[in-house]
């Protein structure tokens, strides 16, 4: 089992930058690939970006190409989102997710806001 906890939200003015944070509990950390996800009001939740085990490869969707960048970090447990250039459609409640095969694991999410 792995437990997910997310940090590092809160609000910014467009251009700004966060990092958000998910440190994971568990053994079996490395097995896991990671994603961060959002989820904006009255809107399906979405994959941000995505990195495998031992993070040589990584996904971005089209929207956060060229300004978020994930890393990980398996000696520590974590995982990162680098967000540059904020916009106000990034507005969202940002979650991690660990996945294994069948498992599939969630952080209770942390809130980015950015105004304009």
């Known amino acids: 089992q792995v437990q997910l906890v997310e940090s590092g939200g809160g609000l910014m003015q467009t251009g700004g930058s966060l990092r958000l944070s998910c440190a994971a509990s568990?053994?079996?950390?490395?097995?896991?690939?990671m994603g961060w996800f959002r989820q904006a009001p009255g809107k399906e939740r979405e994959l941000v970006a995505g990195i495998s085990r031992r993070g040589g490869n990584t996904y971005y969707a089209d929207s956060v190409k060229g300004r978020f960048t994930i890393s990980r970090d398996n000696a520590e447990k974590m995982v990162y989102l680098q967000m540059n250039l904020l916009k106000p459609e990034d507005t969202a409640v940002y979650y991690c997710?660990?996945?294994?095969?069948?498992?599939?694991?969630w952080g209770q999410g942390t809130q980015v806001t950015v105004s304009s």
């Open positions: 997710n660990a996945e294994w095969g069948i498992r599939r694991y």
């Open positions: 568990g053994r079996t950390f490395s097995n896991y690939a």
